[in-house]
């Protein structure tokens, strides 16, 4: 498969580190107005850069749209879509399809897909839309490579996995951030309070990880929180605190009003 990218920024360099390391069957393409943008990139001699839009398209058989939401209209517009064999991606948030093709009624088979920052180390999670079938397992086949995939049935949902998504990870972040602080205030070094927090994110991923491996059902984190729980012990005293400062509803919320943000974007 050969692929093109109209932007080669980090996602770009994720999904093309996931391609080359498993797929070898793959060429990679790349056009981006800055020179150094593959500077100190592991992979930079097995792609090849294209001096222009034109020579890219005309190269790649699949092309993606990876610049910012900004940029994306000037770039559209730029593609003709020779023969009209070529596939398109778009990982733009907010820009809907049908803005899309209304800048350039050529780009036929296209898909939008909303991966996550963690495409970088093969463990994303992307959401695919479109309207072509084959399009759809195009990109199934390409974002497989960096993580896992969701298709969606309808597009308008892509704004709540942009929020949940796409913007997860910097929520989970900033829990992070008040664990380490946490850790800090209690005496621990920033280091070992970091290392304590980064373990505790990553071991209970794994347990409710692990449980749907071997029993193909979701255990509910309240069946798991429970397990930690002792009576009038020190957790529930933990948890009593969270309830009464509402962080719950704060990470609801949060997803809430990033999916709205998401819309105000796309209109």
């Not at 298709?151 to 796409?166: C, K, P, R, S, V």
């Not at 605190?241 to 796309?266: C, D, F």
Request: glycine share 6%; charged share 20%; net charge neutral.
């Amino acid at each position: 498969m050969k692929i093109g990218f109209i932007g080669f920024g980090n996602i770009a360099k994720g999904i093309t580190a996931g391609l080359i390391t498993k797929k070898k069957d793959v060429r990679i393409y790349y056009y981006d107005i800055q020179e150094e943008v593959v500077k100190n990139f592991s992979f930079a001699d097995q792609i090849q850069k294209t001096k222009t839009i034109e020579e890219l398209e005309s190269s790649a058989e699949v092309v993606i749209f990876s610049v910012k939401p900004k940029d994306m209209k000037n770039v559209v517009m730029e593609c003709k879509n020779p023969q009209n064999q070529k596939h398109y991606i778009s990982v733009a948030a907010g820009i809907s399809l049908s803005t899309i093709l209304s800048w350039n009624p050529k780009l036929t088979q296209i898909a939008r897909v909303m991966p996550n920052i963690a495409t970088i180390v093969q463990h994303s999670v992307s959401a695919i839309y479109s309207q072509n079938p084959e399009t759809v397992e195009i990109a199934k086949t390409i974002f497989d490579q960096v993580g896992i995939t969701l298709i969606l049935n309808n597009e308008e949902m892509m704004h709540a996995f942009t929020a949940l998504g796409g913007s997860g990870p910097a929520f989970v972040l900033s829990f992070l951030d008040g664990m380490i602080e946490a850790g800090i205030r209690e005496g621990f070094s920033y280091e070992t309070a970091y290392w304590i927090s980064l373990h505790i994110l990553m071991g209970t991923a794994k347990l409710l990880l692990e449980e749907y491996q071997q029993n193909q059902q979701f255990l509910h984190p309240a069946d798991l929180k429970r397990k930690i729980t002792s009576p009038a012990g020190t957790t529930i005293e933990g948890l009593v605190s969270l309830e009464k400062y509402a962080i719950k509803y704060a990470l609801i919320e949060a997803v809430h009003q990033a999916t709205l943000r998401s819309k105000e974007l796309g209109k």
